[in-house]
């Protein structure tokens, strides 16, 4: 599943795989609201890859600010690709509605299988918690 990681619990990874996917569904609704726009090259996250990156702590990249004033901003440390191959349209848009429907139906999958196993795992606990009262 994931490479180069030892000894993570399934919760960090079950809660890194959701905020993955979540910056994924971004990614993808970005892509499906620019779909008209002439020009615009779609962007795909390389999830397997990000995940890789979050869990090895190169999940985020804090900018650095010149006054004390400034706002912190964190980068997503996340695998992108643009992708031009395919099919372009006259307006030189590489953003198929149909494939992206797809990437968002799958990626919906994922975070409720995501979001599931996570639930299965508080109540497993909640279980633990309940048994060590009597």
């Not at 079950?14 to 892509?31: D, G, W």
């Amino acid at each position: 599943m994931v490479q180069g990681i030892s000894k993570i619990s399934a919760e960090t990874i079950l809660i890194s795989a959701m905020k993955v996917a979540e910056i994924n569904h971004r990614y993808i609704a970005n892509n499906i609201t620019n779909a008209d726009t002439p020009g615009y090259t779609q962007k795909e996250l390389d999830f397997q890859k990000s995940l890789n990156a979050v869990l090895q702590g190169r999940g985020g990249i804090v900018l650095r600010t010149s006054h004390p004033r400034h706002i912190q901003v964190e980068k997503e440390g996340v695998i992108v690709n643009t992708k031009r191959d395919g099919m372009i349209k006259n307006d030189f848009n590489s953003v198929s509605i149909d494939e992206q429907i797809a990437r968002l139906t799958e990626n919906t999958g994922k975070i409720t299988v995501y979001s599931a196993l996570m639930s299965k795992k508080f109540s497993q606990l909640a279980t633990i918690i309940n048994d060590l009262k009597r």
